[in-house]
Structures are given as C-alpha cells and as structure tokens.
C-alpha cells in the first residue's frame, strides 16, 4: 500500500537527492514536492530554469511515494497565480478550456510560451474557437493575430487544442477537433511566425460515433504520433494512437489502435474524457489525464507515464486534483521539472510548479527514512520530538523515540499495529515541546465519521487550538480541515479552511509568534493569527474519538 511521508522526510530526501546526485547514479525515482511558482512568474528566466532537456533524463514516478502532485491544496491559498488569458468575446464570461501550453527552448518569435485554448463562457459551444497567445512570464499575454484564429463551423463547432513544435522548434503546429453536419473531424493548421497560421486542413474525419477529442502529438524521432479519445464510444471511452507512414505530420497514418492505461483508482471505474501526452525525454511520454463523473464533464487528474512511445502506459494511483472539477489541463517539461496547467470546466486555468527529486530505489528510501525516525544520531539540528511508534502493541503510548513520555490528558491511546488509536471518547495525549514555536506533523487515518485533531498551544485540558476534521470521511472526497480555538471547554472560534486531505496524509501545523499555518503532506494550506490568550503554551499532542481505524502516525515536531 502506497504510504505518505511527512515534510522532515522531504527534506532528508533532498540531502539524499544531492548526494545520489554526486554520485552519478543513473536509476531515478520520481518522487519530488511542489514549490511556490508565484514568486516567480516576474521573470521568465526564472520559470525557465538553466536545465535544458537532455534525451537520457527520465522523470520516473512511482506509487511507493508521496502524493506530490495534489494541487488542490493551493487552489484557494492564493500561492499560485490564475492566468488572466485574453478574452476574444468581452461581452461573455471569460472561461478558456481545452488549454495547451507549449515551450520553446530558444523563443518563438520573442516569445518563451505558447498557450492554446477555446472560450467556452456559460457552456456554450458557440464561442469554443481556438484561440493562441504567447507570454514570457505568465502575467502579461500578447495576442499575435486577431483571436479566435479558427471561426465557428456553419453547423456543429470547434474544441480541444492542442499544440506541438517540429523538431527544430521552427514551426508551431495546432490540432483541433470540429463537430457538426453530421461528420467529427481532426484538424491541424501551422504557424512559422506565430502570427500568420495557415487554412486548416482535415487530418482525419468519421461519421458520428467515431470521435477524435483531446488530440496530442509528438514527433518521435521517425515519426508522428497522435492520440485522440472516441467519446462518443461507450463508457470507458477508448484512446486511440496513429503513427505517421513518413515525417510529414500532413502525411498519412497508420491504422487506429487502442492505447492501453489503466482505469482511474476513483472506485468508479471510469475511463479517461481528456489527457493530454507529451515527449519529455528519450522514449519517455508522460501524460495528464482526465476521469470523470460517469456521463462525461469534469473530473479528477492522474498521471501516466510510457516508455514504449505511448502504445500502454503506467498509472500513478493518486489523483493530482483532489475533487472532481477538472477539464482537459496541459503541461510542459521544464528541465528536471513538469509545470502544470490544471483547467476546470468553466474557469481560469492556474500555473504550477513541481519540483522533483531522486532517490536510487524504493528500498534505499524506505531504509532511510526508518534510520530517521530511528537512530538519534541522524535526528535533523531542529527536531524535538520524533515518534512512528513502531515498537511493540502496548495498551498505552509509552515514550517517544527522542525519550519524551506520553501524557494522557484524557481518555487513553494504545498502540496497535505501530500506529496510536485512541481507546475512548474525546482521548487527548500531549507532551511538552518546552519550546513555543514549533511545527507539529503527524500521518492520520481516518474513520468515517470520527473526528480526529492536531492540538497545538495546549493550555489545558479547557483551553487550546486544534486543527483537524469533524468527521473523517475515508472516500476519494476526504474531509474538511478545520481550525478550532477551544476556551473554557468550548469553541470560540471555528473556521472551515475549505482543504480537504485524504485517508494516510500527513497534517502539520506551524506556531511561529502568534501566526499558525496549516499543511497537508507538508504544503501551506491555509494562514491564520491566533487569540493571544494562546501565546505562551508550549504543549501539543492529538486528540480522537475511538474509531476502527482511527490513528496517527509517524509524529515530528520540530523548532522554527
């Protein structure tokens, strides 16, 4: 079973990362962690990185790891900036979908970034037009030539984009489907300047029920590849792939075959409605793909990955997007980073960052990380308080790996297969960190409808702040975090943060002065200022209702 590591175990997987690094070793895990792309955007250079892509670096994933890519945890933080795309109907809401972004690694008529989309305001398919800007630095955007570049069919409409540079990054490509009269085609059209597009021509065309959604495509070194979803098939609705007969992407193409990907780990075994594949190193196609709600729309994001020229392709099991909601999104390759644009059905697309890491294999982690939580002679400078309890089934907590004993302020926990559940109502175990400015984390399971907390600024048995849920709800939905000032036995203050973390994430908290801020799997969730009645307690600890499979796990506190 995949397990979820807390941010210490991040941060010694960086200084493993650095010395794997050093050393040359060529097996690569791809486990890394997301990072704060809105200071960045001021400056194009920044975004880029001074990594270029070389054929022999791989971005591997694997499921051992860290859920790294859940973006829905920044949706309402404001960490990320939403990317104000120029609206070619002023007079409708401005909503682009289907987007596609492409990177030059020079610059394509001055400019780094190419971003592809279709207006589609209210779900009206008479404004789904393909439309093209550029920008260098995901603020300003600048329109090459009067946008939608494609108008409406007499009958039916446009959607899906998707661009594609050559192989000398000399001419930009966009495929696009078209609906009506009867027919679906796929059709492309190019660009040498950005500015001046040719006719678009049909690629492929089919009668109803033969259906060519989400186009992608990539130059393989001999050929083109192109993938495309027949929608109008039955649920799951197939992806096919066709490789071009010579290096014309204008040519002929192969006979149409199923592309093999796993089904979505929803537990509704639902296919993929978009995706979107990229080439990002030598014979290695990754892919951001789309489930949904089993009748079409929105939904969650995974990502697969192919090393066979995207013929079948592994899963990573976790969904990159929490909730359902999203659309076709779109990515790109930014040396040892993948930056991301996730697109809901009907709103502004956000830009994001995740930086990846490298460990030599499963094994080699899973060792280091038990030495961390271990031997104390590798305890990080600012660790406090460090516990897995993996020691023996006890019918209480006993005392921490850094020494410090459990107290039970009410109620009693046991320790169960190295996890603490709690034994009754309303149990509260805490210890004191001596220390008033501390980040507490711990692994929580969850039993639905049992509420689980972190308690930090712990007064008393009246008096404290916790952050948790209310209810835990063991479904791909998760449950709500929410941040409780307790006084004289009752809550004072309740604020709902409108995150939700899943079933074996890691929840943290972080008391520097009399701000707090929240994380799940060590991401900033949410930042708020406490009563300072709070101000000089130093105790934490958790607190649960005893549910089958309530617990917590692989607890760390460290100074800040």
């Known amino acids: 079973m995949a397990e979820t590591y807390n941010g210490n175990d991040l941060d010694r997987l960086a200084d493993l990362s650095d ?4 050393k040359n070793i060529s097996t690569k895990t791809f486990v890394g962690k997301m990072a704060d792309l809105g200071g960045m955007v001021s400056n194009s250079i920044e975004i880029d990185g001074t990594i270029e892509i070389s054929n022999d670096s791989q971005l591997i994933f694997d499921d051992s790891y860290l859920n790294i890519f859940d973006l829905k945890l920044y949706s309402k933080s404001g960490m990320y900036p939403s990317l104000d795309l120029p609206n070619p109907y002023p007079a409708e809401l401005n909503a682009p979908v289907h987007t596609s972004i492409v990177k030059s690694s020079r610059t394509f008529n ?64 966009l495929l696009f489907r078209e609906r009506g009269n009867g027919l679906n ?29 989400s186009p992608s495509a990539w130059w393989n070194g001999a050929s083109w590849v192109i993938t495309y979803h027949n929608l109008d098939a039955d649920s799951p609705w197939p992806i096919y792939r066709v490789v071009s007969d010579t290096s014309d992407i204008y040519g002929t193409y192969s006979e149409p075959m199923a592309i093999d990907i796993p089904l979505s780990t929803n537990g509704l075994d639902l296919g993929w409605w978009h995706s979107c594949f990229n080439k990002v190193g ?7 793909v789309q489930d949904n709600i089993g009748a079409g729309g929105s939904g969650d994001l995974y990502l697969v990955q192919s090393f066979n ?24 390759r930014d040396g040892e980073t993948l930056v991301l644009m996730p697109t809901t059905l009907s709103g502004i697309p956000k830009i994001y960052r995740a930086e990846t890491g490298y460990i030599e294999d499963t094994n080699n982690y899973n060792n280091k990380r038990a030495e961390y939580l271990t031997l104390p002679t590798i305890f990080p400078d600012d660790a406090i308080i460090v516990d897995s309890f993996t020691r023996a089934d006890s019918p209480s907590l006993g005392t921490s790996e850094t020494g410090q004993n459990w107290i039970m302020a009410t109620g009693s926990y046991e320790i169960k297969s190295n996890k603490a559940y709690a034994v009754s109502t309303n149990s509260r175990a805490i210890i004191d960190t001596l220390n008033k400015n501390i980040k507490l984390s711990s692994k929580i399971s969850m039993t639905a409808g049992v509420q689980q907390w972190l308690m930090i600024k712990y007064v ?3 008096n404290y702040i916790r952050i948790g849920f209310t209810a835990g709800v063991t479904t791909s939905v998760g449950a709500n ?13 309740n604020i709902s943060t409108d995150m939700r973390m ?59």
Request: glycine share 6%; charged share 20%; net charge negative.
């Open 19 to 22: 010395r794997l690094t050093a």
């Open 110 to 173: 001055g400019y780094k970034f190419w971003i592809a989309y279709t207006p589609y305001p209210n779900a009206n398919s008479d404004f789904e037009n393909p439309c093209v800007v550029a920008t260098n630095d995901f603020k300003s955007f600048i329109e090459p030539t009067s946008n939608p570049i494609v108008d409406k069919p007499a009958i039916g409409y446009n959607a899906d984009t998707n661009l594609v540079f050559n192989n000398d990054e000399k001419t930009l490509y």
């Open 185 to 213: 085609s796929l059709k492309i059209m190019h660009t040498t300047n950005g500015k001046d597009w040719s006719e678009p021509i049909v690629l492929f065309s089919g009668e109803l029920g033969t259906d060519f959604a």
């Open 282 to 288: 030598d014979n290695q196609i990754i892919g951001l």
């Open 309 to 332: 020229d995207g013929e079948s392709f592994e899963l990573f099991s976790k969904k990159i997007i929490r909730n359902q909601g999203y659309y076709r999104s779109t990515f790109y």
């Open 460 to 462: 008393d048995s009246a």
């Open 481 to 493: 975090i929410v941040y409780q000032e307790i006084k004289a036995g009752a809550i004072s203050r």
């Open 502 to 560: 899943i079933n074996d994430e890691a929840l943290s908290a972080s008391c520097i002065g009399r701000i707090i801020k929240i994380y799940i799997n060590n991401e900033p969730i949410y930042t708020i200022i406490y009563d300072s009645f709070y101000e000089d307690a130093t105790i934490i600890g958790f607190q649960s209702n005893a549910g089958a499979t309530s617990s917590f796990n692989d607890v760390i506190v460290t100074k800040q």
